[in-house]
């Protein structure tokens, strides 16, 4: 009997190590977390949260900076093992609407334009004046008012940050924690194309 015991808390003590060893492997990160998301800098913990595990990271797309044209459409999109962990958006909004130029102001029209799933209904809104920052639970956009911007081609700029191919969880903590300051931080490198509010 008192055999017994030892060998059934042997096992209890196996299958305890084996399960924190498994755990340990499916966070495995081999590869460095970046400094910023496609060129933004961000909290790099929140980062990290957003980011999956795996062994390589790679990111294509265009940053955002005054000699970029961004004006009307900037994408950058962060791959982990060849996944699509991150894709992030940036287009311009105007109150002129010629039918042939950038979105009416807001989330909304934003959303139509990018022929998403996604129903603002689902969202839950964090701010909205200046700024209307909205979180999914995989997914994030913020509107944000141009005070000046060069040739006043836009009076303000859509940015998103998309998880929704990364099921893994809900994001939506993280995601509220750093988008208003993400968006502006972003539309602030565009220089003279949106001086944000």
């Known amino acids: 009997m008192h055999r017994l015991a030892h060998f059934s808390a042997l096992l209890v003590t196996l299958g305890l190590v084996t399960a924190c060893s498994l755990s340990q492997n499916a966070d495995l990160r081999e590869y460095v977390v970046p400094e910023s998301l496609c060129g933004t800098d961000m909290d790099p913990e929140i980062l990290k949260a957003l980011l999956p595990p795996g062994k390589e990271i790679e990111i294509t797309g265009r940053g955002a900076d005054e000699d970029d044209n961004m004006g009307v459409v900037g994408s950058c999109f962060v791959f ?3 996944f699509t962990a991150i894709g992030v958006q940036t287009m311009g909004a105007t109150d002129h609407i010629d039918g042939h130029g950038p979105l009416p ?8 334009a990018l022929m998403t799933d996604l129903d603002i209904n689902d969202s839950t809104l964090l701010a ?6 909205r979180v999914w639970k995989n997914f994030a956009a913020a509107y944000v008012p141009c005070v000046s911007s060069r040739g ?3 009076t303000g700029m859509n940015v998103s940050v998309d998880l929704r191919d990364n099921k893994e969880r809900d994001y939506s903590e993280e995601l509220g924690r750093m988008m208003e300051s993400f968006a502006v931080e972003r539309v602030e490198q565009m220089g003279k194309t949106c001086v944000p509010a």
Do not use: K, M, T
């Open 80 to 82: 982990v093992d060849d």
């Open 105 to 112: 102001p807001g989330i909304d029209s934003y959303l139509n």
């Open 128 to 133: 909205e004046n200046p700024i209307e920052v």
């Open 152 to 154: 006043e081609q836009f």
